[in-house]
Every structure is written in C-alpha cells, then in structure tokens.
C-alpha cells in the first residue's frame, strides 16, 4: 500500500533560519510522482512543485529546494532563509501513474508539518 | 495552471439537512477529485467524479452520503447528505490534465454542521 510519513508535526523557526521538512513515502510503485502542496492559514492548497520517480535531480527554485533520494524514499523540502510569509501547513503526496486502473492520479498525503516563522 | 473555482466558500448547516458544493474548472481537465479535510487533519480522498457515470468512491464513503456529479468535463458538484456535525470539515476539489501528472486544488469549502 501507498503511504506518505511527515514526522515532523510542527517546525518553528525565527526569520531567516534555514529549514528543512521531512517527507519520506512508500509505494511498491515503479513510476510514480511526488508532490509538496502548502497550505496557508486561509487554507487554499498551494502547489509547490512535482517531481517523477525517474529524475532524481534535486530542485531549486529560489528559496525552495528539494532533494529527491529514491535509495531512502525520501523527498525533503528546505526552504532557504525563511520568512514570515512561509508560516504554513506544507503537505507532501505521492500519486500513482496515471493509465492505471482503479483510483488513478488521486494523491495521497501526508499529515502535514506546520510551519511556523516568527520574526 | 488551470483556474478552479468553488462555491460556496463556506456554510453553516443544520445537522440533517444537505449542502451541494459546485467546482467549476477554467480549461478541461481528464481528472477531477473530491477530497475532505477534516479539522487539523491532512486531506484524504473521497471520491474520483467521472464524467458522465457515477464516481468512483475510496473506501469508507458512499454514494448515498456523498453523491457527486459531473456532467460535463469542468463542472462537478458534490452533495453532504444527512449532514452530522462530523462532517465539518473543508472540502476541496482539484483537477488534472492528461499528460501533466499535476493536481490543482480549489479554494475550499469550509463547512460547519451545528
């Protein structure tokens, strides 16, 4: 079965640390695809970023990064220099493959960690 | 990245009675999904709306609690049946694109059932 960890429940940080959200998965899946979401106190679902199973490169996007390890199933977000703005609940899902059958391309979501920035 | 729109942005019910949540996508999407996301909780997925035919529900939700339509590729709306004050929760709909592996959420429907 397909599952999705974030031990992390709650991170609190002050302005301008560097943080880093776990995300580790299980999925006996050989293509599948990866996602972070946040979710700001207003509670809409941000999409951050998705990566397949086959590009292992890790991202950046200013002061986003993540870093994919299939070897560990792990795919960890870090956000560079926080800010106050990044105060969120950042979800991370895993998704089949679509062309499956039964419950194709739905997400499965960790529980979150909240993230609170104080400055 | 598609636009999706929900409506109503929140509600408060009565318990017993209905609500029916309306989700309305700009472009057309293949996929549309129904999730809930109950207080404090991550989301969790309730059902897969397919155009045309009845959805498609995960288990532990029916379609008698929450029936879902979707008559055409970027309009659905999912119905909270009975409501209990268990069901408060917000509801969100997302859309996806055949060939871009990516999931757009709605704003959600924040409802409380008194």
């Known amino acids: 079965a397909q599952k999705v960890t974030q031990a992390q429940t709650e991170i609190s940080v002050v302005e301008k640390e560097d943080v880093t959200l776990d995300c580790v998965y299980e999925?006996?899946?050989?293509?599948?695809?990866l996602f972070w979401y946040k979710q700001p106190p207003s509670g809409e679902l941000v999409f951050l970023i998705r990566?397949?199973?086959?590009?292992?490169q890790n991202e950046i996007s200013g002061r986003y990064s993540w870093n994919f390890q299939k070897s560990t199933s792990s795919f960890n977000f870090t956000i560079t220099a926080s800010q106050v703005v990044d105060s969120a609940v950042y979800f991370c899902?895993?998704?089949?493959?679509?062309?499956?059958?039964?419950?194709?391309?739905?997400?499965?979501f960790g529980k979150g960690t909240k993230l609170s920035v104080k400055p | 990245s598609a636009v999706i729109s929900q409506k109503p942005s929140r509600d408060i019910c009565q318990r017993g009675t209905s609500l029916t949540i309306q989700c309305q996508v700009d472009?057309?999407?293949?996929?549309m999904f129904w999730y809930r996301q109950q207080p404090g909780q991550s989301l969790t997925l309730i059902a897969t709306?397919?155009?045309?035919?009845?959805?498609?529900?995960e288990s532990g939700f029916v379609i008698d609690k929450f029936p879902i339509s979707r008559p055409n590729l970027t309009f659905s709306t999912l119905t909270v049946s009975n409501m209990s004050p268990e069901d408060s929760s917000i509801y969100l709909c997302?859309?996806?694109?055949?060939?871009?592996?990516?999931?757009?959420f709605g704003p959600g429907t924040r409802l409380t059932v008194l």
């Open positions: 999925t006996r899946d050989t293509t599948y695809y």
């Open positions: 997302s859309g996806g694109r055949v060939g871009v592996n990516e999931q757009f």
């Open positions: 709306a397919n155009q045309g035919s009845e959805a498609t529900y």
């Open positions: 899902a895993l998704s089949k493959e679509r062309g499956y059958g039964g419950s194709q391309g739905n997400l499965i």
């Open positions: 472009s057309q999407v293949t996929m």
């Open positions: 990566r397949n199973s086959f590009d292992e």
